[in-house]
């Protein structure tokens, strides 16, 4: 699974009992480079499905929402588009145990919704964010 500028590969897997529920969407061209930075390193849906935060090893975080079903086509199926990204961490430097801290996140966890607003929770191997 990753990601590159306008290019997003995802791909779920979520197993119960003999069947296994899959995932696929790929947004922009196919490219066998992808830097290190842009592999995803986690996936969080919120409660309700409506939307998907992805983080990357590169301290990103990518925010995609559900597009309803096309009421012309109703063969097709809705999509999860691009919503919002930001640079969740960067990479530190711990001058105490002298270790680097890389900016991958680690984990990704939306907080109940109490209003209109959406709040999620990201972390790498130090820091929590929100």
Same mark, same amino acid.
């Given at each position: 699974?990753?990601?590159?500028?306008?290019?997003?590969?995802?791909?779920?897997?979520?197993?119960?009992?003999?069947?296994?529920?899959?995932?696929?969407?790929?947004?922009?061209?196919?490219?066998?480079?992808?830097?290190?930075?842009?592999?995803?390193?986690?996936?969080?849906?919120?409660?309700?499905?409506?939307?998907?935060?992805? !983080?990357?090893?590169?301290?990103?975080?990518?925010?995609?929402? =559900? *597009?309803? +079903?096309?009421?012309?086509?109703?063969? $097709?199926? !809705?999509?999860?588009?691009?919503?919002?990204?930001?640079?969740? =961490? *960067?990479? +530190?430097?711990?001058?105490?145990?002298? $270790?680097?801290?890389?900016?991958?996140?680690?984990?990704?966890?939306?907080?109940?919704?109490?209003?209109?607003?959406?709040?999620?929770?990201?972390?790498?191997?130090?820091?929590?964010?929100?």
């Amino acid at each position: 699974v990753a990601g590159k500028g306008s290019q997003y590969h995802l791909l779920l897997f979520a197993g119960v009992n003999d069947f296994q529920w899959c995932f696929s969407q790929v947004k922009g061209a196919i490219d066998e480079d992808v830097a290190e930075a842009d592999i995803i390193s986690t996936v969080e849906f919120n409660h309700s499905g409506e939307l998907l935060a992805t !983080g990357d090893k590169g301290g990103r975080v990518v925010i995609f929402q =559900h *597009e309803q +079903e096309c009421k012309n086509r109703p063969n $097709l199926r !809705g999509e999860y588009n691009v919503y919002s990204t930001f640079q969740s =961490h *960067e990479p +530190e430097f711990d001058y105490l145990k002298s $270790l680097e801290i890389e900016e991958k996140i680690n984990k990704i966890r939306w907080l109940p919704q109490q209003n209109s607003a959406h709040f999620l929770l990201s972390t790498n191997g130090k820091n929590i964010l929100l």
